[in-house]
C-alpha cells in the first residue's frame, strides 16, 4: 500500500498537468470564477487572456493555493488543492501580479531566503542563487537592494525566485507589464526556454505576446471562458471563412467581377475600391479559391497584379469575445 | 505483506513523519532570521536598543524613584520603568510586521511557498522576542553594578527578567494580532497600545473599584497583577498559564484573520 503511495509520487514527478475542475470563487454577490474549468498539460505554454477583472488573477492564485475557491477543485499532478495546498506550492514557481518583494533585501539574500522556504538543500542554495543569477542575467546587480533595481531587473528577480526550486510548474502573472521592448523580449525567450519541459500558465493582456509565447490561449471573459485554442484554430474559428484581396489587370471591371463570382468556391466578391479593378473574395465556408482564381485568370489571360489573404488580427477575436 | 515489511515501512514513515517536524521548525526559523536581518539592517533595532537603555538607565540610576533614592540593593525600580518602556517598545516593533507585508503584497510570495501561516507568525513572533531579549540581555551590568553595591535577592532579579519576557510575549503576541488587522502600521500601532492599556491599567483599575466576583475577574484579566507577582520573586502556575493563554490568543487570532483573507 505504502509502495503504491510512493509509486503515485514519483508519477508525479513524470507529469504535471494542471487540471481546474469547476471551479466558482464568489466576492460578494459576484461570481469573480463562475464554474471555470480546463487543463494544461506537461510542457505547455498556456496563454490566459481577459479583460481586467475577467478572473485572471483569481483563477491563477486559487491555482497556487492563495485563493480557496468556493466550489470545485484544481489538481496539479494528481493533487488536489483543497486537500493538500503544501505538497502543491513546492512543485508550483509563482510570480504574483506586480511582483512583490522584499525590497530591503539584497538580491542574492533574497533568493537564499526563497530557496530556502522552497526546502531546497543548505548546501545546494548557494548554487541554485549562481544559477539563477546567471540565467535571469542578474550578475551585475546581485549584490544591491532590491529597491535600487530598475523595474526589468526587479522583474527578472521576480522571474529568478519563482524559478528557484526547478519547479515543473510555472505560473506567472502578468509577467512583462511595465518592461520596455527590448526586457519584453528578453523575458519573453527566458520563458519559453524554460517553458519547454515545464508546465507554464502565464496571463497578459497583450495579445502579441501571448501569441509569440504560447502554445495555446485561452480567453476568458466574467469568470468564464469564452475561447480556447491556439491562435491559428482561434482565427479559424472567429472567421471561418478564408478572406481574399484580388486585383486583376488587363481586364474589364466588371467581366472580372463576373468571373469571380461564378468560381463555385466564392460565396461573396465585393468592390474594395471604385477605380481598380480591386475585389475583396469571400470564399465558402472551410475552402480556399487562391487556385481556382490563379486558373481563372490564366484560362482568360488576365494576370495577378494582387492575391493577398487577409487575416483575422488576434485583437479583432478578443473583442468579439469579450464584448458586452 | 509480511511483518518484517510493515515495521520497515512503519520506521520509514514515522522518520519521515519526524522530519516534517524538523523541517516546520527549520521554517520558522528562516522567517525568523530574515525577519531580524531586516530590523537590523534597518538601524530600527539599534534605535530601540539605545533608547530603551537609555531611557531605563536614567530612571533607574538617576532620576525619579531611582535606586539611590530608595537606598535598597534591588533592581524594583528598573523592573518598574521597563514594564513602560517595553510597554511602548513593543507595538513599534510588531506593527509592521502582517500590515507592511499585506500592504506591500509580499504576504502573497510567503504563503504560496510551502509555509503555513502558523511557521509565518511564530517566526516573526520569535524575532521579536530575541530582539527584546537582547535589550534586556544588554541591562545585565545594572544587575552586575546593584550586586557590588550590596546584598541582592538573586531570585527576585532572575524572576523579574523573567516576567519581562512574559509580559513583552503577551505584548508581542498582542501586536502581531493588530498588525494582521489592518494594511496601515499607525492603526496597527494605535490598535496594540488601545488593546495594550487594558491590560496593562484599566483591568487593574477596574479591579480596584470593584468587589466580589467581578473584582476578581477583573483582577486576574490584569496583566500588571500576573507581572507583579512574578516579579516579587513568586513562579505561580496560574500566572505562567495566564500569560501562555494571551501568546497562543493572539497568534491563533492573528492566524485565523490571515486564514480568512486568504478565504474571502
Known sequence: MKFLILLSHLNILLTMDIVVDGITKTYGQQNAVDNLSFRVK???ILGFLGPNGAGKTTTMKAITGFLVTNKGDITVGGISVNENPGEIKKHIGYLPEH??????MP?????????????????DIEERVAEMVRVCGLRTEKHKK???????FRQRVGLAQ??????????????TTGLDPNQIIEIRELIKRIGREKTVILSSHILAEVEATCDRILI????????????EELRRQARGNEMLIVEIGNSERNDAYRALSYLPSVELVDFADQSDNLFSVHSQYRQSSVKPIFDMCVANGWFLKQLTPVETKLEDIFREVTKN | MNLRGEIYSEIAVSILFHFQKILIMKQIMMITRRELQSVFDSLIAYIMIVVFLALSGLFTWLYGSDIFYVNQASLQSFFSIAFWTLFFFI???TMKQIAEESRSGTIEILLTKPVSEWQVLWGKFLATLILIGIALLLTLPYYFTVWSLGPVDHGAVWTGYLGLLLMSSAYISIGIFASSLTKNQIVAFLLTLFIGIFFHLIFGFLAAQMSGLTGTVFNYLSLSTHYDSITRGVIDSKDLIYFISIIFLGIISAEAILVKRTVN
Do not use: C
Open chain 2, 91 to 93: 507595538p513599534a516593533l
Open chain 1, 220 to 231: 476568458i471573459h466574467n469568470g468564464k471562458i469564452v475561447a480556447n485554442g491556439t491562435a
Open chain 1, 42 to 44: 506537461t510542457g505547455e
Open chain 1, 162 to 175: 519563482a524559478l528557484i526550486h526547478d519547479p515543473e510548474v510555472l505560473i506567472l502573472d502578468e509577467p
Open chain 1, 146 to 152: 532590491i529597491r535600487e533595481l530598475s523595474k526589468g
Open chain 1, 107 to 123: 538580491v542574492i539574500d533574497f533568493l537564499a531566503f526563497i530557496a530556502g522556504l522552497q526546502g531546497v538543500n543548505k548546501q
Open chain 1, 99 to 104: 511582483n512583490p518583494l522584499y525590497t530591503e
